[in-house]
Structures are given as structure tokens and as C-alpha cells.
């Protein structure tokens, strides 16, 4: 096998929670717990590993069609996970930013995140990218508005809009993602991260996500590193 290539952006798409609990007679609130420290202990050991900028998606603006009893499981969940046990991202140096609409959130929900926020904005040895409330079409809109106003407001001009000016006015101005995961088995992308993924090496493993550990990671980096990444072009080496 040749050297393990490591991805600079990593896109996971957290899944399975749900089923990974009914499977073992537990209700779907211990089964996004088991969520929550998969997630903390595979974004570390990405990062560990070289990865640079990780985008997870753990909750969509749909998932709030959810019984009441779990989308409040799931926010009380996410004010302990931001507030409290994400200390170890800024003392491990890393950036955290939350995509998404933020405003649609419970307040505590939102304390948190812009508490986290605050504390992380001068870390540098990687960024990690919470989505959560996220839509990627709406990240798309939202960023056309940005660009509009600046036209209406007379700070840029049409033909400046480009590519990478859109980058730039997303939630946040991240590389395109390199490997996408979504964990359980579903083959689809459910609006994640849409513009950010248009190049990206997509890979969708059976394991449950609360089950998706060092492991499972590994064997995602070796496929990975087997892919012949082209953009379009031809690789006449091969
Ligand atoms: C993903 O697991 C976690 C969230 C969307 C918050 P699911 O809750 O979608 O798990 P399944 O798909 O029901 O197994
Ligand atoms: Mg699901």
C-alpha cells in the first residue's frame, strides 16, 4: 500500500445513531450520547493524524421534524457538548466555528456556540466546523444575498463575483472538502455542504456512526489514498 495520503478537509456526515440503539434495546437518546463521544474522539484523532479542517454535520434544519422529546434531547445534548466538554478542542489549539442558522437555535444552544466560538477564534492547529441548524442550499442563498447587498452597496461589482469570491461569503471561507463520510449505509448527501463538495471523494461505510472509531477511520484514509483524483483532468502516469 502506498504512503497513507491524508485529506486536509474531511466532511463526516453523522448516522445511524438511531438504529445503532434499537439494535442493542436502547432508546435513540443513548444512541446519540454514544454520538456525541465517537464524534469528540474521531474529530481528535483526525486531527492528530494531519487533518486540517473537519465540517460534521449534526443536526440539518429537517432533522427539527424530529419528536419534540428528541430534538430536546439532542439541543440539552449540544449545551453540554459545546459548553462543557468541548474544552479539549481549545486546549488542543483548535478553531471552532458552527455553520448554519444560528438564530433558529434555543438560546443556551446558541450561548454556547458563541462562547466556543470566542474562545477558539485565535487557534491554529486546525478547524473544526459544527453544522448544526445547516442547510446547504440555504448556505448558497445566504451567500447570493451577501453578494448582492455588497453590489447594491456599491462594494464590488458584478464581474467581481467569481468562484472563489462565493467561497469566500459562505458561513465561513473553508478549502473544498477532500473525503466526505456519512456513516449507516445511506447513500446520499441530504443537502450537506453542497458547494464545498463538488470535487470531494465520497465514502459510505455500513457502521453505525456511534460505532465509526480509530479503526473504521483508518480503513476511510485507505480508501481514500487508492483514489485516483483527476478533477476532469487525465493522469497519463498511470
Ligand atoms: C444521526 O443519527 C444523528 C442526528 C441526525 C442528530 P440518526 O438519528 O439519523 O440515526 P438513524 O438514522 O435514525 O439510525
Ligand atoms: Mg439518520
Known sequence: MDKIKIPYHIGIIVDGNGRWAKEKGLSRSMGHLEGSKTLRRISLYAFEKGVKVLSAFVFSTENFKRSKEEVDYLMNLFVKEFGTNFKIFKEKNIKVVFSGEKKGLPNDVQEVIAKM?????????????????????????????????????????????????????????????????????????SNFMLYQLSYAELYFPKTYFPDFLEKEFDLALEEYTKRDRRYGGINYEK
Open 117 to 189: 466560538e470566542e474562545q477558539t477564534i485565535n487557534n491554529d492547529a486546525g478547524i473544526f466546523n459544527v453544522c448544526i441548524n445547516y442547510g446547504g442550499r440555504k448556505e448558497i442563498v445566504e451567500t447570493s444575498k451577501k453578494l448582492a447587498q455588497m453590489v447594491v452597496d456599491e462594494k464590488i461589482k458584478i464581474e467581481d463575483i467569481s468562484e472563489e469570491l462565493f467561497k469566500k461569503n459562505l458561513y465561513y471561507d473553508l478549502p473544498d472538502i477532500d473525503l466526505l463520510i456519512r456513516t449507516s449505509g445511506e447513500i446520499r448527501l
